[in-house]
């Protein structure tokens, strides 16, 4: 148990936790969201080849990779009275919302051509309002509390209300093809840009609006940028990155997120393409809903148990140990997933006492709710309890979810002391903004690896996706490539954060050696 109390001054309030918080839930629909409508709905809405929906989906972060690291130096020596970071999140929020809206007002008879160029300038547009928000917001979040445990809280509470994304994206896949919801598919499409689009200005300027970070009127050595310091300007940036790219805890928290997300993200559409066409045999129809459920319920656990369980670790044991606990617990997850998926014991589970009776308890209140479901256009929401229920693929959840769970929350406060750390070893300026930025390329490289080798992989193991009923031994190779990936990934990134060396008294230290530097900020 941590012995050091959190200075009220260091204490983050509730209402700047939510306001923090509902930043993260922006930074989680959007990309969900604009997954989903390019790699599902371009094709099944619009017609789009495959090839050409994939590379909407990836040439353009080959441009989000760049701006990122130079948002973040910009943000880092902003001088304003409304500080270095809120300006940016409010405008980059409005122009993020009114661009993802633009992005999908597509004509249903557009031609191809139209509909790529389109998709293809509006979202390099809307990435770069994106960039403007989502940047400053995670430097703003390093940066809002020196506490080493108070990072954490805050971290637990913004994730946990960015999970509440991933509770609502895998309904699109349910809600848009419904027709008594939209007529069309594109109806469908154009009407939910426009409610993610609100929703992104409505709740992306919360933190602009709510959230305090450090009184940077005394900060010193910021640099001025303005057209004429632009080659000068570049000259720091990328002094700044050699010198990010220098910080071996920093280093050492980007390869642990790269392994863990980038194995995750690997696997994360086989669970559905198991379910329907190994569970169910390849008919989306039998399955139902149960893909989107288990989504849906895997984020519900992850916020609601997991990362408040990781919180209290981190209090208790450290950072580190936190991580690796939580790293160990999915790989026992994942390792779960090959009984958790086994038709033939969800076949068996139904056929117990226990296993009629939850079937049963289902029926019940199903059999209440579907009708007010169906009433209120809601037909979408609904379960059919004749159908087998696939009981056991919940039990891996709440050891997996531990992986993505901790991830992010401990991640994320980590690199707030690295930045302490930094500070100590640089000088001023602080530098949160590159740092987000670096650690969130991290991130979207495995994204676009992920969208890669996840097809390729699926090749390799023989699925065929224009076939129905797929092999069992294919089955069996997907199932085998479900587990061992994320496991493999994992493990390695244990190894990589085994040495991780920045402890609670470390940052302790280097906090008190930062005041008598310089004063509180």
Not at 241 to 262: D, E, R, Y
Not at 483 to 497: D, H, K
């Amino acid at each position: 148990m941590s012995k050091i109390k959190t200075a009220s001054r260091d204490s983050v309030s509730i209402g700047q936790k939510a306001a923090f918080g509902s930043g993260h839930f922006i930074l989680n629909i959007l990309p969900g969201t604009l997954g989903v409508f390019i790699q599902f709905f371009l094709l099944t809405a619009w017609g789009v080849d495959p090839l050409w929906a994939g590379l909407l989906g990836g040439l353009p972060r080959i441009f989000d990779a760049l701006t990122d690291p130079i948002m973040g130096f910009i943000s880092d020596n902003t001088t304003s009275k409304w500080g270095r970071r809120r300006p940016y999140i409010f405008t980059g929020a409005i122009i993020s919302g009114i661009l993802f809206f633009l992005m999908w007002q597509i004509d249903d008879n557009a031609s191809q051509t139209l509909i790529i160029w389109q998709v293809m300038i509006l979202q390099i547009l809307f990435l770069v309002g994106n960039t403007m928000f989502a940047t400053p917001l995670v430097g703003l979040g390093y940066e809002m509390t020196s506490d080493y445990n108070e990072r954490t809280r805050l971290m637990s509470f913004a994730n946990s209300m960015g999970q509440i994304a991933w509770m609502i994206v895998p309904w699109l896949y349910v809600i848009i093809p419904d027709t008594e919801t939209f007529n069309t598919q594109t109806e469908g499409v154009r009407t939910m840009a426009l409610i993610v689009g609100a929703m992104c200005v409505v709740f992306g300027i919360m933190p602009a609006l709510f959230c305090k970070g450090i009184d940077s009127a005394h900060m010193e050595n910021r640099k001025k940028i303005t057209f004429k310091t632009l080659a000068s300007n570049m000259k720091d940036l990328f002094i700044g990155i050699k010198q990010v790219s220098k910080n071996k805890p920093f280093m050492k928290l980007c390869g642990a997120t790269f392994l863990v997300f980038n194995g995750f993200q690997l696997v994360a559409a086989f669970g559905v393409f198991i379910i329907v066409f190994y569970m169910y045999n390849g008919s989306y129809e039998i399955a139902g809903t149960w893909p989107a459920w288990f989504n849906t319920i895997n984020a519900m656990i992850t916020a609601f148990l997991v990362i408040p369980i990781i919180s209290k670790m981190a209090n208790k044991w450290g950072k580190r140990n936190a991580f690796l606990i939580s790293t160990g617990l999915s790989v026992v997850g994942y390792i779960l997933k090959w009984w958790g998926f086994d038709k033939e014991l969800n076949s068996s589970f139904n056929d117990t006492a226990f296993g009629e009776g939850l079937s049963s308890g289902l029926a019940s209140i199903f059999g209440y709710l579907n009708p007010i479901l169906n009433d209120i256009g809601m037909s979408w929401f609904t379960i059919n309890p004749a159908n087998d229920i696939p009981w056991l693929i919940f039990i891996p959840i709440p050891f997996f979810a531990f992986g993505m769970g901790g991830l992010f929350t401990l991640m994320m406060s980590m690199t707030a002391d690295v930045c302490d750390l930094d500070e100590l070893t640089n000088g001023m300026p602080r530098k949160e903004g590159t740092f987000g930025a670096i650690y969130w390329w991290m991130v979207k490289l495995g994204q676009a690896i992920a969208l890669v080798l996840g097809g390729l992989i699926l090749k390799i193991v023989g699925f065929d996706p224009n076939v129905t009923v797929q092999t069992l031994d294919t089955m069996n190779r997907l199932r085998i490539a479900d587990i061992i990936i994320p496991s493999g990934t994992a493990a390695l990134a244990m190894w990589v954060m085994w040495k991780y060396s920045l402890s609670e008294a470390r940052a302790v230290e280097i906090k008190e050696e930062l005041v008598k530097r310089r004063g509180e900020l």
